[in-house]
């Protein structure tokens, strides 16, 4: 990748800090984009322990219907069975979802702040905004650097 000419990159934060090399600048890229995949990991999550809880709570329908049609041995089973069952061992998901914002999603998203303060000065998507200035056709609507322009 080539240095381009961060004078025209766009506003200050993004723009590359003075000696920051072209690997860095693709490495904090490459870590931006791995937290973002996670920020979509946690959305899957979130997404799952919404369902899972949805259907926990059908099944009290469900246990209603069957005792009403006289499946009382199977309402019996859905009822002591699958009711109010943990996801994993001890868990429901809403633990999982703590246990993950808490752990790992906590870690990864400080680790990436740290790398930026400590390489970038804190500045976000310096790779991005390279790459926006590259591909941008100069003066054609649609394309500009910034909202003012």
Known sequence: MQNVNHSSSGPDLHRRPEGLDDTTVEALGELSKALETIHRVRGHLYSAHQLV???????????????????????????????GRNLLPGRWTFQIMEEFDDGYYAAFQEIERDAREKLAGGRRHIYEAEMKER?????MPGHEATPEE
């Open 53 to 83: 809880g949805g259907a926990d709570l059908t099944l009290d329908r469900v246990v209603k219907l069957l005792q009403e049609a006289g499946h009382n041995e199977t309402a019996d089973r859905v009822e002591h069975e699958l009711l």
């Open 135 to 139: 591909r941008r056709t100069h003066g």
